[in-house]
């Protein structure tokens, strides 16, 4: 039994730049998880095997960050009933739009859920994964609402501030 509630699995270690992005909004939440390098192509047996065994590990939620032709997130949902997200990671030539294609066009019946490509889908697919915790979480619900307190003072702020600036001009 795990005693995480997120797993988050890349297909590759060069995909850990963009899942940073999940680490640190996870480690500010204060929502431990559980984090491997694990392939649909490369390794697709333990890959199957992790995703089989997760719901009994007591994983809640799954985010599955992918690039290339990123199966990993289909994979893995092939094999277990938990929610799965997706974060399609940018690589050459096509810029992340062929992940993001691999990632949200599931057949019908076995769905992922895509976030934003790059960078800002490794914090977004944590706020997702903090979202469904946070469902049967009151204290966790609380965290997601003082987080969007504090980007909206920041943005807040920020117009003040070009707003002082252009007045003096
Ligand atoms: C995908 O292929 C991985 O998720 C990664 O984004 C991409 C390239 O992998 P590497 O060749 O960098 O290991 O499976």
Redesign the pocket.
Known sequence: MSTTPVAVV??????LEIVQGAFDILDKFGVKFTARVL????TPAEAAAFAASAEEQGFKVIIC??????H?GGVIAAHTVLPVVGIP?P?APFNGMD?LFSIVQMPPGVPVAAVTAGKAGGKNAALYAIAILALNDPGLRAKLHAFRQEQQAQVLAADAELQEKLNNR
């Open positions: 890349m297909g590759s270690k060069s995909d392939s649909a192509h490369r960050a992918a690039g290339m032709a990123a990993l990671v690589s992940a």
